[in-house]
């Protein structure tokens, strides 16, 4: 579970949210990174970091950069976790419209009931 908690805590902060939608894309180096957003390079490394030790980013090497990369597997764990209750919450929901249709059609009947009298 330490792993699904700090890849939501990740993904609480829609500055990091966004650095993903970027990596979702290619490869990118911090100074890449950095440039949509309105706050010092130290800032956007901050929130690398925090990427990297949820798993959701890795730094490879190429020459003298060191460009990141989007990690997928965290992501498909908490797509995962979700799906699980999604599933749940659906099965709830059909009972609901069977209880809503079928309280629908006893209210039919005993308005159709009413007007015969």
Same mark, same amino acid.
Request: avoid cysteine.
């Given at each position: 579970?330490?792993? $699904?908690?700090? @890849? /939501?805590?990740?993904? *609480? +902060?829609? &500055? ?6 970027? !990596?979702?894309?290619? +490869? ?8 949509? /957003? ?9 929130? !690398? ?5 949820? =798993? ?6 190429? *020459? ?10 965290? !992501?498909?764990?908490? #797509? +995962?976790? #979700?799906? &699980? ?13 069977? $209880? !809503? ?9 005993? @308005?159709? =009931? +009413?007007?015969?009298?």
């Amino acid at each position: 579970m330490q792993t $699904l908690d700090s @890849t /939501f805590a990740a993904l *609480a +902060d829609p &500055t990091r949210r966004a650095i993903l939608m970027r !990596l979702a894309k290619s +490869d990118l180096t911090v100074m890449e990174l950095a440039k949509p /957003f309105r706050m010092s390079q130290p800032a956007v490394s901050k929130h !690398l970091k925090v990427l990297e030790e949820a =798993g959701l980013i890795s730094t490879t090497v190429r *020459a003298q950069e060191r460009p990141r990369r989007l990690e997928t597997a965290p !992501l498909k764990t908490a #797509i +995962d976790w #979700i799906e &699980t209750y999604r599933q749940m919450w659906e099965k709830r929901y059909q009972l609901l419209d069977g $209880l !809503l249709e079928e309280l629908q059609s006893i209210q039919v009947k005993q @308005t159709k =009931g +009413d007007r015969k009298k």
